[in-house]
């Protein structure tokens, strides 16, 4: 007969009131792999924030036990009512739109559904609409829209990899005049939009969507200066700067790919991505996630340094692989052989950037106890078979050991040579 002594751990249903490492370590080591690497790492994905720590425990909290859709189906949302009555006073605020505006504040799961909702509530089949396509900057799901196409019903204004702000006045004009709905899609900015330091597009659109809504004021600067560090190094970045939070830089005339140039943050521990304009010749960055952790303009300059070491070095390894293959590309940034310094040149890089990634703090994080899974290390382990006569495989286990005071790096590389 079960207890009504609320004091009493229910002895059958002990797993529900145990900590995550306690009741799953496989699934706490993810949580702490993936900690320990943004703690080490550079995140510069233009849509990605720093969560604060009251956004983690609110979204973390027991009132994802109830399940309230749109429509209150179920009993007892009472508390779900007053927390979304909440949410929606707030948003209003936020934008200063309290008398004009209603908004849903109920999530949607990824980023194609609340631009799909939006459509649907204003256009019917078979209308036309117009958007940036993918490969002029536009999102994913705006869809490719070709600008021959007249008369449109809804006409959308936003992108996932442009660099300056909209004209929202000028839009509406084209849309009076065609008769067609304006819906803006600021899933990157609608933070600096309340925080108004972008054009607010509220004035003049029929409906807004957004995605990230942290921005705090110093992401526009640092954006600025990231971009005025790569105009100093001899690079041109698209549109000669940025007016937001995200820049562009083509490497066309470098005779490098987004794809490659990725890979060698992705092992340096920065983590950038190549858009699809122009065959994968376009990165985009921003300064969103790092503004957060109190990195400033100054610091900005030291990330601009990087990304610069990064091109260089990308030259190296290019003419080290001997071919514009990917996998050749991988395989020289990845592994050392006599007479090549691509791979060194790498792992020294690495040390730096990582020994700069630690000295700033994490929101969400305590870094005076963070400290890096045991589990978490990484085998590289590369085999070749010389047919000649000789075998070798070369290991090199890399693993973190985290203290108090500090954090050291251990490397250690085995080679064992056999005939065969």
């Given at each position: ?118 459509r649907t509530a204003l ?227 690495r040390k730096e950037v ?46 973190s050991v985290s203290t ?17």
């Open positions: 007969m079960a207890t009504a002594n609320t004091a009493l751990q229910p002895l059958c249903n002990k797993v529900l009131y145990v900590p995550l490492a306690e009741t799953d370590p496989e699934v706490q080591n993810i949580v702490d792999k993936e900690t320990w690497r943004q703690y080490s790492g550079l995140e510069l994905i233009p849509s990605e924030v720093q969560l604060s720590r009251t956004a983690i425990e609110a979204n973390g909290s027991i009132l994802t036990n109830k399940y309230s859709p749109g429509a209150r189906y179920y009993g007892w949302n009472e508390y779900i009512d007053e927390l979304e009555n909440i949410c929606r006073k707030r948003a209003l605020q936020a934008f200063n739109l309290a008398s004009k505006w209603g908004v849903n504040v109920q999530p949607y799961s990824g980023s194609l559904y609340p631009s799909f909702a939006a256009i019917q089949p078979q209308d036309r609409l117009m958007g940036l396509g993918l490969p002029d900057g536009g999102h994913l799901t705006h869809g490719c829209y070709q600008g021959n196409i007249f008369n449109p019903h809804l006409i959308i204004c936003g992108a996932s990899a442009y660099p300056r702000d909209w004209d929202y006045a000028a839009l509406k004009a084209i849309c009076e005049k065609e008769g067609a709905y304006l819906m803006a899609d600021i899933a990157h900015t609608s933070g600096l939009i309340a925080a108004q330091q972008l054009n607010n597009p509220f004035d003049y659109c029929d409906v807004c969507n957004h995605k990230t809504l942290r921005g705090p004021r110093a992401v526009i600067p640092n954006a600025k200066t990231l971009a005025s560090g790569l105009l100093e190094h001899g690079y041109k970045p698209q549109t000669g700067g940025t007016g937001n939070h995200l820049v562009l830089w083509d490497l066309r005339p470098l005779g490098l790919t987004g794809s490659k140039v990725e890979k060698v943050c992705d092992l340096l521990g920065i983590t950038i991505n190549t858009n699809f304009p122009r065959k994968c010749r376009i990165i985009r960055f921003g300064t969103s996630a790092l503004t957060p952790r109190n990195i400033i303009e100054d610091d900005v300059k030291v990330v601009a340094g990087f990304l610069h070491r990064v091109i260089q070095l990308s030259i190296v390894l290019q003419k080290e692989a001997g071919s514009k293959m990917l996998k050749d590309f991988i395989r020289v940034a990845t592994t050392e052989s006599e007479g090549k310094v691509g791979a060194q040149m790498v792992r020294e890089l990582v020994a700069f990634a630690r000295k700033w703090s994490l929101p969400g994080a305590d870094v005076s106890t963070i400290q890096r899974s045991k589990r978490n290390f990484k085998i590289a382990m590369t085999l070749r078979l010389h047919w000649a006569g000789v075998d070798w495989v070369r290991a090199q286990y890399e693993n108090a005071n500090g954090i050291s790096d251990t490397v250690l590389e085995i080679s064992v040579f056999g005939q065969h």
